[in-house]
Structure formats: C-alpha cells, structure tokens
C-alpha cells in the first residue's frame, strides 16, 4: 500500500509564496505520473500540476508562471512552488500518484489559505 503525506500548507497574504511537499512511501519511478490537485468547497477537483515520469511538466492555465512542479527520487517526493499566491488559489491541495496499470493513489490534502 502507498502513502502520500502532503505538507507545507498553511496562511499566507495575497502576494506571498508557499511550498507544499508531498512524500510517498513508495519510489516516484513507480509511478507514470505525480500531480497536485486542489479543491474548494462545492467544487469539483482540479488538476493544478503534473510530472511525469519522463520529466514532462503540466500546469492549469490559471497557475502557468506562477507554480513550479518539481520531483526528487532520491527523496521520493514531488513539491510544488507557488509564488504570487492569490485568493482564489485558496483550497484543499491534494498528492496524486498514478502507477502505470491506471491505479491512482491520493493524499489526505493540505490547506492553503490566501488572504486578501
């Protein structure tokens, strides 16, 4: 069984910079893809980015710029930079992990908060 623990959300003011870490219990070359996804209330899930195991990088359009996606191996984690934070970027972010068979794992989410 893989695990994702996500960390590194919290408060932060419109402007200001966040980095959230996500660490797997298993090796990041098992997996096709890691992303973050994030979540407001009475919303659906949506992807914010993506890494591919070959080093492709996929980011929303609303984030493009301001987000990096990045991944460590030897770690076994995937963080998420995000800088010029604004208040729509406040929700729940959650790790994503999918093995090549199409089987997704997620994280239990983190909160990030964005004051105006």
């Known amino acids: 069984q893989v695990h994702l623990v996500e960390s590194g959300g919290g408060l932060v003011q419109a402007g200001g910079s966040l980095r959230l870490s996500c660490t797997t219990s298993?090796?990041?070359?098992?997996?096709?893809?890691m992303g973050w996804y994030r979540q407001v209330p009475g919303k659906q899930r949506e992807l914010v980015a993506a890494?591919?195991?070959?080093?492709?990088?996929n980011y929303a359009e609303t984030v493009k710029g301001r987000f990096t996606i990045s991944g460590d191996n030897a770690k076994n984690t995937v963080d998420l930079q995000m800088n010029s934070l604004k208040f729509e970027d406040t929700a729940v972010y959650y790790c994503?992990?999918?093995?090549?068979?199409?089987?997704?794992?997620w994280g239990l989410g983190t909160q990030v908060t964005v004051s105006s």
């Open positions: 994503n992990a999918v093995r090549p068979t199409g089987f997704t794992y």
């Open positions: 298993g090796n990041l070359v098992a997996f096709n893809v």
């Open positions: 890494l591919t195991s070959g080093g492709i990088t």
